[in-house]
């Protein structure tokens, strides 16, 4: 990764400007505070650092840089946001190391997107023409108003095996880039051709509102009834959802997002008003997709069809939603319609009575289950969830839900389930510790000595004298000049220290892992709440200053202690009265000392 573009992007975009495109930001106390986007929150608990560059909520701990949040609430990758800032910054991303053919493919998905364009717009144009006029009645009929047509750009490519290859060669594109980019096909005998024929188009964007591939609806005879693009560089099914760029606004507030399986079905429900819908795009639900909606909204509610595909389709969809720790309703349509033949023919009240009777995701699983599964299949199916669950505080959520849901009680679902006891505990999150005892363990080593997982004790201590120097920056050098490492007992506390020492000024969180960055923001966040100044600063000072101290201390009659020892077992009377006059010197600074 070009850490330069990152520092680059981070100095140059102010992170809340990003924030205010969605979240109503208001200034309070050098800060700007606003709804945290990222859970079901209503009021102001995000802080956003324009300073600093971060934003840190106080009510679900979400925090990170402008290129986090950006990738957070677009369900994007990392590298995808800072090549989208970058380029909206006028920034040029230097080729990755490893990767020497990254400038091809660049300027490669560079051409496919601006070849869809080109399509899109034809497509779009035939629409209006007479060559559409069979797609145009077909849509009236349908009940989509001009409005919801242009919303969504619906086109129609004519019944021509060469209409689209011809445009594409007239704007310089060569056939075997139209058959890379999705928009021809190549037989078995090298013949080339329009790969949309005789269908009504349906553009498919990415976040950015780019036109990334296409569905198309045959509207005559013929089949597939549906053809979709097929993977290229630039689209990838399994990734996108369709009309999630037109839905993403609308999901941000209302914390759902309705998600159906048609493209009709989503465009009526955006017709009749339901904008926080998205459908699959022929495919089944991938957890890539679950993902990106994890990042707008906490609930997704299924819509699809009540017929067994349907509710086969619902059982793996409910389970992979809650797989993510993201709430879920199941809504089926009663047996004959889909949703857009519902919405047209009762409107929206028919549509709010399925909703209203739309049980919860693990509710519809647990009773499909039970219904039409045999109890060998069940427990497979329930031994399967927990054990991909990613978050051990989910498994202690669903546990005894799941085993309720069985008829189950939880000590006996836990037995043949093979979970001993309780479920495994959480890694810990950062949280503000209280100041140690003095007989503390940070006392117990110091260079030299085993580092500790980052659990109980050891882990509490070093988040909190790793507190002072993140709050207080300009005491870093001095404290490691002091021996500052030497008290920390973990791991991932020293290698935090090392990057605190290193950093270059302002460019610290770069350098951060997830866990990391969120410790260090939530520091920086709780030193705004409540400043060390006078004497309480200086009384800090000297207390770690005397833990590294005393850790040293202890560390020097470890060692010396090893030293005799091995001076007896080898008879070097030298060395065992040097090691003697060592500790009685010892005993006696602490007695002056004490």
């Known amino acids: 990764m070009d850490r330069s573009a990152v520092e680059a992007v981070k100095a140059r975009i102010s992170i809340a400007d990003i924030v205010r495109r969605y979240v109503d930001l208001k200034p309070v106390s050098g800060r700007w505070m606003g709804a945290c986007p990222f859970h ?42 800072l090549e989208q800032l970058a380029a909206e910054a006028g920034i040029e991303i230097g080729n990755v190391p490893h990767d020497p053919h990254a400038a091809e493919r660049k300027a490669k998905s560079a051409l496919f997107l601006d070849m869809h364009d080109e399509a899109n717009a034809w497509f779009q144009r035939n629409l209006s023409l007479a060559a559409g006029d069979t797609a145009r009645r077909y849509l009236t009929d349908r009940g989509m108003t001009p409005d919801v047509i242009k919303k969504f750009g619906l086109g129609y490519s004519p019944d021509d095996w060469h209409g689209l290859n011809n445009f594409l060669k007239g704007k310089g594109r060569t056939p075997d880039q139209g058959v890379e980019a999705g928009l021809l096909s190549k037989n078995e005998k090298g013949n080339i051709y329009d790969r949309f024929r005789g269908r009504l188009i349906f553009p498919i ?28 560089p630039i689209y990838k099914k399994g990734d996108h959802l369709y009309g999630l ?17 048609g493209y009709m079905d989503v465009i009526s429900l955006h017709q009749f008003g339901y904008t926080d819908s998205c459908g699959v795009l022929g495919t089944a639900l991938t957890p890539e997709q679950v993902k990106r909606l ?21 059982l793996k969809s409910s389970r992979m939603i809650l797989l993510q720790g993201v709430a879920c309703k199941v809504v089926l349509m009663p047996d004959g319609e889909d949703v857009d033949s519902l919405l047209q023919a009762t409107g929206t009240e028919g549509f709010e009575e399925c909703m209203a009777q739309a049980p919860s995701g693990l509710d519809f699983c647990m009773t499909t289950l039970r219904n039409e599964f045999a109890p060998r299949e069940i427990m497979a199916w329930a031994k399967s969830f927990l054990s991909d669950l990613s978050d051990a505080s989910l498994q202690a959520y669903y546990l005894p839900r799941i085993a309720g849901g069985l008829g189950l009680s939880e000590a006996d679902f836990r037995r043949d389930a093979g979970i001993a006891g309780g479920t ?40 909190y004298f790793l507190k002072f120097p993140i709050q207080y920056p300009d005491y870093v050098q001095a404290l490691a000049a002091k021996g500052f490492e030497g008290i920390l007992g973990t791991q991932w506390a020293v290698a935090l220290w090392e990057k605190l020492v290193n950093a270059q000024h302002g460019q610290i969180l770069s350098q951060l892992n997830e866990q990391e960055k969120s410790f260090y923001i939530r520091c920086r966040e709780e030193v705004r709440e409540s400043v060390l100044t006078g004497r309480e600063l200086l009384e800090e000072w000297e207390h770690i200053c005397k833990k590294i101290a005393d850790g040293q201390q202890r560390l020097d009659s470890r060692q010396l202690k090893e030293a005799l020892h091995q001076a007896q077992l080898s008879g070097d009377k030298e060395r065992i009265d040097e090691c003697l006059r060592a500790f009685q010197e010892s005993r006696r600074r602490d007695d002056e000392q004490y």
């Not at 760029?245 to 399986?261: F, G």
């Not at 000595?449 to 882990?459: C, F, H, I, S």
């Open 294 to 314: 994890a990042g707008f909204c906490s609930r997704v509610d299924l819509v699809f069809d009540g017929d067994g595909a349907g509710r086969k389709a619902a």
């Open 205 to 232: 964007q990415n976040l950015s509102g780019r036109v990334i591939a296409f569905g198309g609806r045959i509207i005559t005879d013929g089949e597939p009834k549906y053809l979709n693009s097929s993977d290229t």
């Open 424 to 463: 495994r505990s959480a890694p810990p999150r950062p949280t503000q510790a209280a100041p140690p005892s003095p007989n503390g363990a940070q006392g117990q080593g110091g260079q030299g000595r085993q580092r500790l997982p980052a659990v109980g004790k050891e882990d509490k201590d070093d988040r």
């Open 40 to 81: 079901q929150e209503t009021k102001p608990s995000m802080s956003v650092n324009d300073d600093e560059g971060f934003f840190y909520c106080f009510g679900c701990q979400a925090s990170g840089d402008v290129i986090d949040f950006y990738s957070r609430i677009n369900g994007l990758e990392f590298r995808e946001s």
């Open 245 to 261: 760029n037109l839905a993403r606004s609308t999901m941000t507030r209302t914390k759902r997002a309705l998600l159906t399986e």
